[in-house]
């Protein structure tokens, strides 16, 4: 008797069951649709990197593993949060377990180091980090983000500060890193466009045992913007309380109030403002079921990081849909998965520039203490935001990409 493996047995009934699926040609169902899953389960970043494979998971879950008569196999990846990490591990899926598709990475300098191999492999890959160039000077046809470029939601957050709260000097502090220095730019950019004054810029390092020495630098502004990601977050606010820093209104990215930070901050969360492209407290039907679903497989209340890959799931469904289940020639599939807009996800609805970045909406957030519980209240709604805010593509490419000394800050006291 031949040796009949695991996967030979597994591949073997899918065909035969698929053969008898009228109209739905075999190989859909015996090939698995291969999605490789780049995240981070150690370090500083870790809570986002276990969200973001919680997230996918769950969309698989509602759809019993299949999209589009495609049986879906998904292999996750831990690249431990540094660019030769996402690197190998980006290798390792796509020519090792040859997938079809990337969900990943989650930090900014680690797509900046996947960029050159991703263009030369071509195989498509759905980003959550939020390097912005990569969908801007220097697009990658094979990268889409369905999430947000770094400085997206910033913009708004400038926007807001200026014009509804009215602030006019302002203090920023985030991580001395990529991700860090667009989003403070965005959020500068907008807010000195609109007559605010950007007077303090603060970067400690990404591991920071002591935020102490830098908000001991902060004084004389009517408010302070922070980016930070990850656990951080928690660090830096249960410290800015500590010192008293709580007279001073804390504004923040969407990452450093993401919702599934909740669970672990506490009065020194209330009253801060955010702005964030997902918010658990959307009110809609498939927002409502992700939010039960997270519950209820990991007792958790999810964030941007889950989400991100629940709708990059949702767009590589779609895209599914649009090419008959098919993926074998990379490039038809590529252009489906640009072509995509969906009109319901948990963050609303999602369409793509042709950068391959998402336009979508972006809330603007007030953390309250509901029944006991912290809450990220949404208090006002920008539709369709684009990664260009208002400028225009040309406009805005025409300047230099956001970086620790771009915009000029010439406002620092």
């Given at each position: 008797?031949?040796?009949?493996?695991?996967?030979?047995?597994?591949?073997?009934?899918?065909?035969?069951?698929?053969?008898?699926?009228?109209?739905?040609?075999?190989?859909?169902?015996?090939?698995?649709?291969?999605?490789?899953?780049?995240?981070?389960?150690?370090?500083?970043?870790?809570?986002?990197?276990?969200?973001?494979?919680?997230?996918?998971?769950?969309?698989?879950?509602?759809?019993?593993?299949?999209?589009?008569?495609?049986?879906?196999?998904?292999?996750?990846?831990?690249?431990?949060?540094?660019?030769?990490?996402?690197?190998?591990?980006?290798?390792?899926?796509?020519?090792?377990?040859?997938?079809?598709?990337?969900?990943?990475?989650?930090?900014?300098?680690?797509?900046?180091?996947?960029?050159?191999?991703?263009?030369?492999?071509?195989?498509?890959?759905?980003?959550?980090?939020?390097?912005?160039?990569?969908?801007?000077?220097?697009?990658?046809?094979?990268?889409?983000?369905?999430?947000?470029?770094?400085?997206?939601?910033?913009?708004?957050l400038g926007d807001y500060a200026a014009k509804e709260l009215k602030y006019k000097r302002a203090a920023t502090i985030s991580e001395d890193f990529a991700f860090g220095y667009e989003q403070m730019s965005g959020f500068q950019r907008v807010f000195?466009?609109?007559?605010?004054?950007?007077?303090?810029?603060?970067?400690?390092?990404?591991?920071?045992?002591?935020?102490?020495?830098?908000?001991?630098?902060?004084?004389?502004?009517?408010?302070?913007?922070?980016?930070?990601?990850?656990?951080?977050?928690?660090?830096?606010?249960?410290?800015?309380?500590?010192?008293?820093?709580?007279?001073?209104?804390?504004?923040?990215?969407?990452?450093?109030?993401?919702?599934?930070?909740?669970?672990?901050?506490?009065?020194?969360?209330?009253?801060?403002?955010?702005?964030?492209?997902?918010?658990?407290?959307?009110?809609?039907?498939?927002?409502?079921?992700?939010?039960?679903?997270?519950?209820?497989?990991?007792?958790?209340?999810?964030?941007?990081?889950?989400?991100?890959?629940?709708?990059?799931?949702?767009?590589?469904?779609?895209?599914?849909?649009?090419?008959?289940?098919?993926?074998?020639?990379?490039?038809?599939?590529?252009?489906?998965?640009?072509?995509?807009?969906?009109?319901?996800?948990?963050?609303?609805?999602?369409?793509?520039?042709?950068?391959?970045?998402?336009?979508?909406?972006?809330?603007?957030?007030?953390?309250?203490?509901?029944?006991?519980?912290?809450?990220?209240?949404?208090?006002?709604?920008?539709?369709?935001?684009?990664?260009?805010?208002?400028?225009?593509?040309?406009?805005?490419?025409?300047?230099?990409?956001?970086?620790?000394?771009?915009?000029?800050?010439?406002?620092?006291?």
């Amino acid at each position: 008797m031949p040796r009949v493996t695991r996967r030979a047995f597994v591949a073997a009934t899918a065909a035969g069951t698929a053969s008898a699926v009228i109209g739905m040609p075999a190989i859909a169902q015996a090939v698995p649709f291969k999605i490789g899953l780049l995240t981070v389960k150690t370090g500083p970043l870790a809570q986002g990197g276990i969200q973001m494979e919680q997230g996918i998971t769950v969309l698989l879950k509602q759809r019993n593993n299949t999209f589009a008569g495609r049986r879906i196999e998904l292999i996750s990846a831990d690249t431990g949060g540094n660019p030769a990490g996402a690197k190998t591990k980006a290798s390792e899926l796509i020519e090792r377990d040859n997938v079809d598709v990337v969900l990943g990475p989650l930090a900014a300098f680690e797509l900046l180091a996947l960029n050159d191999y991703i263009r030369q492999k071509g195989t498509p890959l759905m980003s959550l980090a939020a390097a912005e160039d990569v969908t801007q000077r220097q697009t990658n046809p094979y990268i889409m983000r369905p999430s947000a470029t770094s400085a997206q939601c910033c913009h708004v957050l400038g926007d807001y500060a200026a014009k509804e709260l009215k602030y006019k000097r302002a203090a920023t502090i985030s991580e001395d890193f990529a991700f860090g220095y667009e989003q403070m730019s965005g959020f500068q950019r907008v807010f000195e466009d609109n007559g605010g004054k950007v007077v303090k810029k603060l970067w400690p390092p990404l591991v920071t045992p002591d935020y102490t020495p830098y908000i001991a630098q902060i004084g004389n502004v009517d408010c302070v913007a922070n980016g930070f990601a990850g656990s951080n977050p928690v660090k830096f606010m249960r410290a800015y309380a500590d010192l008293g820093m709580k007279r001073i209104p804390l504004l923040a990215g969407w990452t450093a109030m993401d919702d599934a930070l909740l669970k672990s901050l506490g009065d020194e969360a209330v009253g801060v403002v955010s702005a964030a492209w997902y918010s658990a407290s959307l009110d809609s039907p498939v927002n409502k079921q992700f939010v039960a679903d997270m519950a209820k497989d990991y007792n958790v209340l999810p964030g941007g990081y889950s989400a991100g890959m629940y709708i990059a799931g949702q767009v590589v469904e779609e895209a599914l849909k649009k090419t008959g289940g098919k993926s074998d020639d990379k490039k038809a599939f590529n252009e489906a998965l640009r072509g995509v807009s969906l009109a319901d996800t948990p963050r609303g609805p999602v369409k793509f520039d042709k950068y391959g970045n998402v336009v979508g909406d972006v809330h603007i957030r007030r953390c309250e203490r509901k029944g006991g519980a912290l809450v990220n209240t949404i208090v006002k709604t920008y539709p369709d935001v684009s990664q260009f805010w208002t400028y225009g593509d040309q406009a805005f490419l025409a300047n230099p990409v956001y970086a620790r000394d771009y915009p000029p800050a010439k406002n620092l006291e």
